[in-house]
């Protein structure tokens, strides 16, 4: 059974820079596109980016492009979430989650396998 474990969340000054790792144990991560969402207090979850498996493409949130990184380390078995710039509306708890098999999709339904989050606070 896949369980994923974030870290490196904290609390960070506006313009400022966090990378969360996401670890994998149980299975491997090989084959699965791994995806980061976040959510806000009182907020629905949104998803903020993913990477795929086969080709390495990722993708992201428009709020976030040109400012957070998606990565990937099989050899690892983890995937990163590097964030430059951050503002005060990237605050919330971010999941890294998985799918069984797969591209990346949107929807945060099709992920199986979530870790339990890690927090991230933007604020001076």
């Known amino acids: 059974q896949l369980q994923l474990v974030e870290s490196g969340g904290g609390l960070v000054q506006p313009g400022g820079s966090l990378r969360l790792s996401c670890a994998a144990s149980?299975?491997?991560?090989?084959?699965?596109?791994i995806g980061w969402f976040r959510q806000a207090a009182g907020k629905e979850r949104e998803g903020v980016s993913c990477?795929?498996?086969?080709?390495?493409?990722?993708y992201y949130l428009d709020s976030v492009k040109g400012r957070f990184t998606v990565s990937r380390d099989n050899a690892k078995n983890t995937v990163y979430l590097q964030m430059n710039r951050l503002k005060p509306e990237d605050t919330g708890v971010y999941f890294c989650?998985?799918?069984?098999?797969?591209?990346?999709?949107?929807?945060?339904?099709?992920?199986?396998?979530w870790g339990q989050g890690t927090q991230v606070t933007v604020s001076s």
């Open positions: 990477v795929n498996s086969d080709d390495q493409s990722t």
């Open positions: 989650a998985a799918r069984r098999f797969g591209m990346c999709v949107p929807e945060s339904r099709s992920y199986y396998y």
């Open positions: 149980g299975s491997t991560l090989d084959y699965r596109p």
